[in-house]
């Protein structure tokens, strides 16, 4: 799972049962270009919701366009569970990474500048001993 969405959440607007969801897809994504397919039956086993949960809940990751379902068949008729492209989530958090890069960058030039604030004093308080 990408760090990115962890600190991302709010940004994304998840809620929790959301994060949670789309964190069950991201398990079973092992190649890009392979979508994952998980049972919304076995989502909802897992976080200890109801497949009708799970369904809205997926719903409203779809809505927000960080996934699509994508039908699956056995044979020509036979419809499995669905496949998840979580492309436009993928799109979505390559948009704001540089954001996020820029944030812990300043963020690592403060804590820079801070130490060697306190280095400073550490020094002018021996020096005045």
Do not use: C
């Not at 949960?53 to 997926?58: G, K, S």
């Not at 699956?72 to 989530?89: V, W």
């Amino acid at each position: 799972m990408p760090n990115l969405l962890l600190r991302a959440q709010a940004k994304l607007k998840l809620s929790p049962l959301q994060f949670n969801i789309t964190a069950q897809l991201l398990m079973h994504w092992w190649d890009a270009d392979d979508y994952p397919f998980l049972a919304k039956e076995t989502i909802a086993t897992r976080i200890g919701k109801s497949p009708r949960q799970v369904q809205r809940v997926l719903t409203q990751l779809e809505k927000k366009g960080y996934l699509k379902r994508v039908a699956r068949y056995l044979g020509k008729k036979l419809q499995t569970s669905n496949a998840f492209s979580l492309d436009g989530l993928v799109k979505k958090l390559k948009s704001i990474e540089p954001e996020f890069t820029k944030a812990a960058e300043q963020a690592r030039l403060k804590r820079k500048k801070l130490e060697a604030a306190s280095a400073s004093q550490r020094i002018e308080r021996l020096l005045s001993i």
